[in-house]
């Protein structure tokens, strides 16, 4: 990569950024398609963040990625919404269009090209979601956008299941949404009708690898893909379960690199090389 006075910034801002895998995976598709941009990733704070967002309208970088905590509170800095961001209620990538800046969320489109791409079908499917924050509502949002039959969101914290249904059935009456609380037999009851079961709750994920949303892999079957939002580990106890059960199962890389290659499509108008991205910058997805 060869930076110059043309370079065009992209950046992360969020908090912790310095093991996000964002970075690598853009400067790498930047690098194998020639394209004269940069990718960097700033710890920003809750307080900074206004005057980072400020800042790379100033510099004129071409946009930039949120993440935690950054996702719910960068709307009111932007010019314009998409649509599906705007009923999501996040924005996870900001496109700046000659000094406009344009909020798009692509975590939803990204879990469900995954889905696409390993040939788990879409349209009509049964979804059952244990977890209900804001990784999950983008990604319920969009399903019901391409077509689920019905989800079913269960949560720890009912209210924040409630509000994703609640706006599922509003914007999305074609999709049969419904909440509960998450605990006791509740989750096991409603896998014995899915297709698709995915864990959007940080439980398994590194340092708690020991833990998972599901105590009884009674519920498991062949036939239900099993998909897990983490990527650290790369398996991790649920995941391990549903390969026993004979599941398909797949962790959160996957999401991650077609976010990116969406966000990376609306910054550049290029198509991330995503075969290429995956085999040398994620060689075990
Ligand atoms: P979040 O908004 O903080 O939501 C966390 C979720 O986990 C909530 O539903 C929360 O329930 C639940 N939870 C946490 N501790 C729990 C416990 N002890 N028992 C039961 N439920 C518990 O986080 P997020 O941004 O949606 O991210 C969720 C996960 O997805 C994380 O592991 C994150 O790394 C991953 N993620 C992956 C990608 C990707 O590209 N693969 C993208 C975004 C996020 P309550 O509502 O009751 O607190």
Known sequence: MKIGGKTRLLALLGSPVSHSLSPGMHNAAFSFLGLDYVYLAFETSEDGLERAVEGLRAFGARGFNLTMPHKEAVLPLLDEISPEARMIGSVNTVSNEDGRLVGYNTDGIGFVRDLRERGVPVKGARVVMAGAGGAARSVAVQLALDGV?????????????????????????????????????????????????????????????????????????????????????????????????????????????????????????????????????????
């Not at 096991?188 to 959007?200: Q, T, Y």
């Not at 239900?224 to 797949?250: Q, S, W």
């Open 149 to 285: 039959s019905e989800i079913v969101l269960l949560n720890r914290t009912l209210e924040k299941a409630r509000s994703i249904t609640e706006a599922i059935r509003k914007h999305i009456p074609g999709c049969e949404a419904r909440a509960e609380e998450l605990g006791g037999e509740r989750l096991g009851r409603s896998l014995a009708r899915a297709d698709i079961f995915i864990n959007s709750t940080t439980l398994g994920m590194h340092p708690d690898e020991d833990r998972s949303v599901l105590s009884d892999p009674g519920a498991l079957r062949p036939g239900l893909a099993v998909a897990d939002f983490i990527y650290n580990p790369r398996k991790t106890k649920l995941l391990a379960m549903a390969e026993r059960a004979g599941c398909r199962a797949f962790n959160g890389l996957g999401m991650l690199l077609y976010q990116g290659a969406e966000a990376f499509r609306i910054w550049t108008g290029r198509e991330m090389p995503v075969d290429r991205v995956r085999r040398e910058v994620f060689p075990d997805l």
